[in-house]
């Protein structure tokens, strides 16, 4: 089942109906997001700043995320795992 599921979201996400903005939400967005999203796309200056931030945002937590992932540091002899692990 676990597989089924993984195809169907792989072949939602590899469509280009759903990458790719249609015809009519191209001469909606602005010049530069043409083609990329659906919608009318940001309709004031506060938009783009709400959208930076929150990519900012997002690329931040991404790195700590990974960054803690791969090398957690956890070697004091007092850290919670080691009551786990014993």
């Not at 909606?28 to 506060?46: A, D, R, Y």
């Not at 931030?53 to 690329?59: R, T």
């Not at 790195?63 to 692990?85: M, S, T």
Request: contains cysteine.
């Amino acid at each position: 089942m676990k597989h089924v599921l993984r195809i169907c979201l792989l072949a939602l996400a590899l469509n280009p109906a759903v990458l790719f903005a249609c015809e009519a939400c191209k001469k909606n967005q602005p010049e530069f997001l043409q083609g990329i999203t659906h919608g009318t796309g940001p309709e004031g200056k506060w938009d783009y700043v709400i959208i930076v931030a929150a990519i900012i945002i997002v690329s931040i937590t991404l790195f700590y995320a990974i960054k803690f992932l791969v090398n957690p540091r956890e070697n004091a002899p007092d850290h919670i795992k080691n009551i786990v692990i014993e």
